[in-house]
């Protein structure tokens, strides 16, 4: 039993190692992808907030965080900043190719790319639906995997469809105020 426990135990150090790895990884591709370092910070910002659908759905569901749940954490926040970068890139090209103002920028994009937010949200929970109702042979041992998905990617499209916008102002704005600063200085 004790050999059981430290192999898990190196496991999860493993995979919170990929984790940390992936995390890492896919904030560089965004940062070479929208040439800032600010967007990118914003859409990982979505990352956490998948935790709280992750954690409710856990306890809801008297799931145990085991393996297969920690590697839908995984999977989940690959989803999940698919989310907020098609928010934040629109958003970007509203104000690039359009001229929009910022706020109006920021409800336009959130008026036209809600539906396909949601659509993606949607259609990978209802799809796994069935593996987290453990159905199938073997669907017991992947039913946490779905769980984690379904409830971190229901809560954070809900929190980014709202937060990512907010934090997407706040950023813009002090870096306009920065920009401004720096032109009266000179």
């Known amino acids: 039993p004790s050999g059981e ?3 898990q135990q190196k496991s999860f150090r493993e995979l919170l190692f990929g984790f940390a790895l992936a ?3 896919v904030f560089m591709v965004m940062a070479s992808q929208f040439e800032s370092l600010r967007d990118p910070f914003v859409v990982m910002f979505a990352i956490p907030l998948a935790a709280i659908g992750v954690i409710f759905t856990l306890i809801i569901t008297e799931t145990t965080f085991n393996m297969q749940a920690f590697i839908g954490c995984i999977m989940l926040a690959g989803i999940v900043v698919n989310n907020a970068i098609i928010l934040v890139d629109y958003t970007n090209l509203l104000r690039r190719r359009d001229r929009m103002p910022l706020l109006d920028a920021i409800q336009e994009g959130g008026r036209r790319r809600l539906r396909p937010i949601l659509m993606t949200t949607l259609t990978t929970v209802v799809g796994l639906i069935p593996m987290a109702l ?3 042979d073997g669907g017991e041992v992947q039913a946490p995997m779905a769980r ?3 409830g971190g990617l229901t809560s954070s499209t809900i929190i ?4 990512t916008p907010t ?3 706040i950023f813009e704005s002090r870096h306009k105020e920065t920009l401004i600063e720096e032109d009266e200085i000179q």
Do not use: A, H, N, W
């Not at 980014?160 to 937060?163: C, G, K, N, S």
């Open 167 to 169: 934090l997407y102002s």
């Open 5 to 7: 426990y430290e192999e």
């Open 148 to 150: 984690v998905v379904i």
């Open 23 to 25: 995390l890492v990884l």
């Open 160 to 163: 980014t469809l709202v937060i």
């Open 134 to 136: 453990g159905m199938g």
